[in-house]
């Protein structure tokens, strides 16, 4: 099954085994709303070397992610330099402002 995908999206403390090896034609995408505090594996340049798109809180990431508040009154910061291509959006509580949000971006 995982041989067969395109992308796979790991998430913080999924350790991939040592011994699988990666099909030259997918993309391994880390994901973490966390912190290196939390999984430091984060932090651990070897181990993120083997995922081609990080998706994090840091907002240095290839897609920087956060939790949203329930209120529209969050603070939102501006990302540190412009960024283009594709966009991922995961969403686990339908927030209507957050879609209108998205949206935007």
Same mark, same amino acid.
């Given at each position: 099954?995982?041989?067969s ?8 403390? =999924? ?11 997918? =993309? ?14 984060m ?10 798109i ?10 920087? =992610? ?40």
């Amino acid at each position: 099954c995982l041989h067969s995908a395109d992308v796979v999206l790991l998430s913080a403390g =999924i350790v991939v085994p040592k011994t699988q090896l990666k099909p030259p034609w997918q =993309i391994w995408l880390y994901m973490s709303l966390e912190s290196g505090e939390l999984y430091p594996e984060m932090d651990d340049a070897a181990y993120m070397a083997a995922y081609e798109i990080e998706a994090s809180t840091r907002l240095a990431s290839h897609v920087p =992610i956060t939790f949203a508040p329930r209120e529209a009154s969050v603070v939102r910061r501006r990302m540190t330099e412009a960024k283009t291509g594709s966009v991922l959006y995961v969403q686990s509580n339908c927030v209507e402002w957050r879609d209108a949000y998205v949206a935007q971006l």
